[in-house]
């Protein structure tokens, strides 16, 4: 059973940087294809961006692409979002998840991450 603690959110300025943090316990995080979805109120939950188990292979959503930026460190089991000249539009609630079989075929698919974590709320003022 994987545990994933988000942590990083918050309040801030339209054109400011965040960085969302994703922490994982209780598994081999590393064997784990990774991803940050967000839901924003009345929205349904969408990929933001996704992550080979090696970290070879990195995909987003068209809207955050050019400015965020998802990385992994499997011996610190924590998966980053950088998250530049964010946009009142970015508000929402991220989740990470985890998926054991992951690959580039699926990496983008919400019902294919069996593990999510608890979200982390990033509020962008215009």
């Known amino acids: 059973q994987v545990q994933l603690i988000e942590s990083g959110g918050g309040l801030v300025q339209a054109g400011d940087s965040l960085r969302l943090s994703c922490a994982a316990s209780?598994?081999?995080?590393?064997?784990?294809?990774m991803a940050w979805f967000r839901q924003a109120p009345g929205k349904e939950r969408e990929f933001v961006a996704g992550i080979t188990w090696s970290g070879s292979s990195t995909y987003y959503a068209d809207s955050v692409k050019g400015r965020f930026t998802l990385s992994r460190d499997n011996t610190k089991n924590t998966m980053y979002l950088q998250m530049n000249t964010l946009k009142p539009e970015d508000t929402a609630v991220y989740y990470c998840?985890?998926?054991?079989?992951?690959?580039?075929?699926?990496?983008?698919?919400?019902?294919?991450?069996?593990?999510w974590g608890q979200g982390t709320q990033v509020t962008v003022s215009s």
């Open positions: 998840a985890a998926d054991k079989y992951g690959n580039s075929a699926t990496v983008r698919k919400r019902d294919e991450y069996e593990y």
């Open positions: 209780g598994g081999t995080f590393r064997s784990y294809a």
